[in-house]
């Protein structure tokens, strides 16, 4: 198939493009850089250079590639995890989920792409007894950072389901761990640790859904090839609680 990737370049973007290629599809790869472009020439991707934020670019590359699958994987995340570089980024990440990734799906469904997999989030479940499943409401009275960003997410999820015409997928991922992600142990990592930036509050039971990114990248290229629309949880099925991965790590 011609599958068209917009966030190419991230954490799960760059395992997920090797997995299509590896599948033996044709991938374009949405970019606003040159220096990108040709990288990802390089490994055999069509590159397609527009800013997501220009609905015009943004038809104009979607009607040339003519795909028949879109998956959205679009976030601006700071490179490293400290309070102070997650509030930084917050807003823009947000504007590009919101903005951007609605011109995407605007010009999707404009071109009659036929399946639509966007990036989505399984830890703002409501917390409670046993695992989450996909009917578990989101946390929508959480504390007021998590309260937003819950209603971001679903006003995404929500977007996309909703959306006719085009087969919609929500990957609820849980948290990303592996090369190229925050959770990839390094020196930095480390003193993060160390300094508590990463504490343990109260007896440390809570429950983290883990996920490799080359295993998210293996279930996006499963969802693309034969799901089917709704909302699906994709993470480690033996989620591991907080006192017991955080000292190993």
Known sequence: MKILVAGATGAIGRPLVAELLAGGHHVVALTRSAERAQALSAQGVEPAIADVFDAAAVQAVVDRARPEVVIEQLTALP???????MSAAA?????IRREGGANVLAAARAAGVRRYLRQSIAFWATPGP?????????????????AADVRVVAELERRLLDSPGVEGIVLRYGFFYGPGTWFHYDGDV????????FPIVGKGNGAWSW???EDAALATLAAAERGHPGIYLIADDQPRPVHEWLPAF
């Open 130 to 146: 046993g695992l989450a499943d996909e009917e578990t409401p989101l946390a929508f009275d959480a504390s007021p950072a998590v």
């Open 190 to 197: 480390a003193r993060q640790v160390r300094q508590r930036q």
């Open 211 to 213: 996920l490799h990114v």
């Open 91 to 95: 807003e823009f990440n947000r504007r």
């Open 79 to 85: 490179g490293t995890y400290t309070r102070e570089s």
